[in-house]
């Protein structure tokens, strides 16, 4: 491949070769080209000394290509007319039609109430579409889009790449998720009873600290330690271990597990804001474009059901 740029052939050269070649004259072509005429010829002079043969010959009051010419103008034009076209020429979407790939980045609490929703939405709109999803969430996702290895993202962020688009989706608060056949924190869960159970934590960093630990600086009794709020249902459910889960999380487990139950939590957490997130380099790409939409419907569907 460097062997072809070594040569130095100014590609510029050809588009004036493919252009006389076509008027069969220099005066037409540097018409044409709005150029004049001693620069087409200082250019055709050039593009010969490079090729190494005559490309053309005197005919009449114009010029004709020679052999040597004309299998460059065979190989050269059509390449030259798909640069040009791909440069000019818009590229379509079509949503029913396109198989595109997209990779979304997701944090682990939205995965299981946003991807079905988004699934069978882009059934209907894209049916031909292909989601490929990522883990991503507040430590991870400013690697993951600086590095293009995902096309957008939902989930909680802190510092990213400076042209990162942002779009604040909702922001959720913390509930206490627990069985009540099994754990009774009472009408009014206090921080004492709160600290008295045994809990199950999820932990991004592989420890007994979660997000209480990290933002309280108090210590809970740790049953279990896990690294996604994927499987927090199938624990609670049954036992007497209480889950500190966001509230999107807990209405999409007791969906699944209607045994399961929550209550405030007896200290503020806090809340923050779940954004959709991408990189301005893909503003125009029509088909993260249409799954940014989509996204957006999701969210506005589960909130209003919220009301």
């Known amino acids: 491949m460097h062997g072809i740029y070594e040569k130095d052939l100014d590609l510029n050269l050809l588009r004036v070769f493919v252009v006389v070649a076509e008027a069969g004259s220099v005066t037409e072509a540097a018409s044409r080209l709005y150029l004049t005429q001693p620069a087409v010829s200082a250019a055709l002079k050039r593009l010969t000394s490079t090729v190494g043969a005559p490309l053309f010959v005197r005919a009449g ?3 004709a290509l020679t052999t040597r010419g004309q299998r460059l103008f065979a190989s ?9 076209e791909a440069a000019v020429s818009p590229e379509t979407f079509d949503a029913k039609t396109s198989e595109r790939t997209v990779r979304l980045g997701l944090s682990d609490s ?3 109430w946003l991807l079905p929703r988004l699934l069978r939405l882009l059934a209907e709109e894209a049916p031909r579409m292909r989601l490929i999803t990522i883990p991503v969430q507040f430590r991870t996702i400013a690697e993951a889009l600086s590095s293009s290895t995902v096309d957008l993202a939902v989930t909680v962020a802190d510092e990213l790449p400076a042209d990162t688009r942002r779009l604040t989706l909702f922001t959720g608060g913390f509930v206490c ?3 009540p056949r099994h754990a009774q924190p009472g009408k009014r869960l206090t921080l004492e009873r709160y600290l008295a159970h045994e809990h199950v934590i999820v932990s ?3 420890d007994l600290r979660g997000i209480v630990e990290d933002l309280l600086g108090v210590q809970r009794r740790v049953r279990v330690s896990v690294p996604t709020f994927h499987n927090i249902g199938a624990l609670v459910e049954g036992t007497a271990l209480l889950a500190t889960v966001p509230d999107v999380v807990a209405r999409e487990l007791i969906s699944l ?4 139950r929550t209550c405030p939590l007896p200290m503020a957490l806090g809340g923050s804001p779940m954004e959709l997130l991408w990189r301005s380099m893909v ?3 029509e088909a993260i474009r249409l799954i940014r939409d989509l996204v957006i419907r999701v969210v506005k569907t589960v909130e209003s059901s919220r009301a």
């Open 204 to 206: 991004y960093n592989g």
């Open 177 to 179: 998720l627990f069985d």
């Open 283 to 285: 503003e125009d790409d």
């Open 257 to 260: 597990r209607p045994n399961l």
């Open 110 to 112: 939205n995965e299981a």
């Open 76 to 84: 050269a034009r059509p390449h030259l007319q798909a640069l040009v």
């Open 61 to 63: 009051r114009g010029v």
